[in-house]
């Protein structure tokens, strides 16, 4: 288990950007590829965006792909959403993830989860 907390999020209108960051802690963090999930209120968890161990690969949702943007700075054991063009679909609580194994898209695939943050597009 790697603890992660999570910060930004937040209220913007459609059409901003929001940035969120996901800082885990321990030796494990650098090693893992990660992950972005969101859940809008009444749906499902779905996947957002995943990176590799060392920033070298990403994939991305074809719902954010284009606007958002899956970054990470081991040395800060962090890993970003860089999210853009905002539209209200996109309004949900985001979760980071560490990735066990499975399909990367999987929630199942995924150990550790950060608090969730509350992102709300809306004008």
């Known amino acids: 288990q790697v603890p992660l907390v999570q910060f930004g999020g937040g209220a913007v209108q459609p059409g901003g950007s929001l940035r969120l960051s996901c800082v885990g802690s321990?030796?494990?963090?650098?090693?893992?590829?990660m992950g972005w999930f969101r859940q809008a209120p009444g749906k499902e968890r779905e996947f957002v965006s995943t990176?590799?161990?060392?920033?070298?690969?990403?994939f991305y949702a074809d719902s954010v792909k284009g606007r958002f943007t899956i970054s990470r700075d081991n040395a800060k054991n962090s890993v970003y959403l860089q999210m853009n063009s905002l539209k209200p679909e996109d309004t949900a609580v985001y979760y980071c993830?560490?990735?066990?194994?499975?399909?990367?898209?999987?929630?199942?695939?995924?150990?550790?989860w950060g608090q969730g943050t509350y992102v709300t597009v809306s004008s």
């Open positions: 993830g560490v990735y066990n194994h499975g399909p990367v898209s999987a929630i199942s695939a995924y150990g550790s």
């Open positions: 990176i590799s161990w060392n920033g070298e690969d990403t």
């Open positions: 321990g030796r494990a963090f650098s090693s893992a590829a």
